[in-house]
């Protein structure tokens, strides 16, 4: 794929996707490379960011790997001393362990609250100081949702409530950061087949459930994602803020 002329040019600017090594966040990066950003990618796996890296490079695009854990806080600040301006941060860092809600397990809701919703706090609110010092230029922080931070469902208790406080998080940073000219948003989308959904979805009687409660009749592709984020970090967005963008083929209108 080389790069994109189109109305979501972001040529200038300076975007960071966290939990970019693979599926969903790698395609949102090649997303914002293609339409002109230089895109800093960030993952805990050196080996797949400098692949993904390369990749984007051999079509002409600018990309950067960042080797860091996004939970260590202070790792992440200091991964930031890279960067320069920050312009759009995509908050996609994230994990889920389905399970029945009284078989939930300590560890793994202690992860995911860990990952799902302190980290995302905590990045956002680095990357939001980096931005305020950009001189008036603003940007655009992009929290990566689910549609499931809008509706509830079996044996995902703890995922709807780290994506539900994200989608609060969302709002709550819009209506304070709107003055600096820094838009906060998020998208929810349904489900994408990635390494992360791979497993679940490869069960029939999973896969059937899902596809029954898709008005639009499939699932997402990923492509459709990276799109979405692409507006939202572009001018052509410049008055949207503190609004979810469900990518969800009608699930959560039913």
């Known amino acids: 794929m080389q790069r994109t002329h189109s109305a979501f040019q972001l040529d200038g600017l300076t975007a960071l ?3 970019a090594g693979r599926g969903l ?3 949102i990066a090649t997303a914002l490379a293609h339409h002109g950003a230089h895109v800093f990618v960030m993952s805990r796996s050196a080996g797949e960011l400098d692949e993904l890296v390369g990749r984007i490079r051999e079509t ?3 990309a950067t ?3 860091c854990d996004v939970t260590d806080t ?3 600040e200091t991964a930031l001393t890279v960067i320069d301006k920050l312009d759009i941060l995509v908050n996609n860092a994230g994990t889920n362990f389905p399970e029945p809600f009284v078989d939930v397990s300590a560890a793994h809701l202690d992860t995911m609250l860990a990952l799902n919703v302190r980290a995302v706090f905590t990045a956002a609110q680095s990357c939001a100081r980096k931005m305020l010092a950009n001189g008036g230029r603003g940007g655009s922080i992009i929290n990566m949702s689910s549609q499931m931070g809008h509706v509830g469902a079996v044996s995902r208790s703890v995922y709807c409530m780290t994506k539900h406080a994200v989608e609060g998080l969302t709002k709550a940073m819009a209506i304070e950061l ?3 000219a820094i ?3 998020s998208v929810a989308p349904t489900f994408v087949e990635t390494p992360l959904t791979a497993s679940f979805l490869s069960d029939p009687t999973f896969r059937d459930w899902v596809m029954a409660r898709l008005p639009m009749g499939r699932l997402l592709p990923s492509a459709d994602v990276a799109h979405g984020v692409c507006y939202l970090a572009s001018p052509m967005a410049a008055m949207i803020t503190g609004t979810s963008l469900r990518i969800d083929g009608g699930w959560t209108a039913q």
């Open 178 to 180: 709107a003055p600096h």
């Open 17 to 19: 996707v966290t939990g």
């Open 60 to 62: 002409g695009a600018q």
């Open 25 to 27: 966040g790698a395609d």
């Open 65 to 67: 790997a960042l080797v």
């Open 74 to 76: 202070q790792t992440f």
């Open 183 to 185: 838009r906060v948003n």
